[in-house]
């Protein structure tokens, strides 16, 4: 059964820099698509990027666009989300996501009923 695990959330100041991780296991996911989804206390779940199965093409909404670099390593059957410039509102709890009925973001790739495998989540705060 395919299981993903999220690691590398921590407290950050304001411009500092994250990396985190999605681990998968039971199951490889060279052929789904991922993403990444954050959800602030008292808010809904939002997007915030999307990797291709081949990992060559990728989709981010506006607010972390050139901040936020998702990557995926196939071979390690890991998705990152490398995340720059980090500013008070990028604070949540950062969740990863696979399709596995697809390997492409598709037009709709925002919306969390899109994925079907998910993580636990995993907490950053940006806080000076």
């Known amino acids: 059964q395919l299981q993903l695990a999220e690691s590398g959330g921590d407290l950050a100041q304001p411009g500092g820099s994250l990396r985190l991780s999605c681990e998968a296991s039971?199951?490889?996911?060279?052929?789904?698509?991922a993403a990444w989804f954050r959800q602030a206390p008292g808010k809904e779940r939002e997007a915030v990027s999307c990797?291709?199965?081949?990992?060559?093409?990728?989709k981010d909404v506006d607010s972390v666009n050139g901040r936020f670099t998702i990557s995926r390593d196939n071979a390690k059957n890991i998705v990152y989300l490398q995340m720059d410039s980090l500013k008070p509102e990028d604070t949540g709890v950062y969740f990863c996501?696979?399709?596995?009925?697809?390997?492409?973001?598709?037009?709709?790739?925002?919306?969390?009923?899109?994925?079907?495998?998910w993580g636990q989540g995993t907490q950053v705060t940006v806080s000076s």
């Open positions: 039971g199951q490889t996911i060279n052929e789904y698509a």
């Open positions: 990797i291709f199965s081949n990992g060559r093409s990728t």
């Open positions: 996501a696979v399709d596995s009925h697809g390997s492409w973001c598709g037009a709709k790739w925002y919306r969390p009923m899109e994925y079907d495998i």
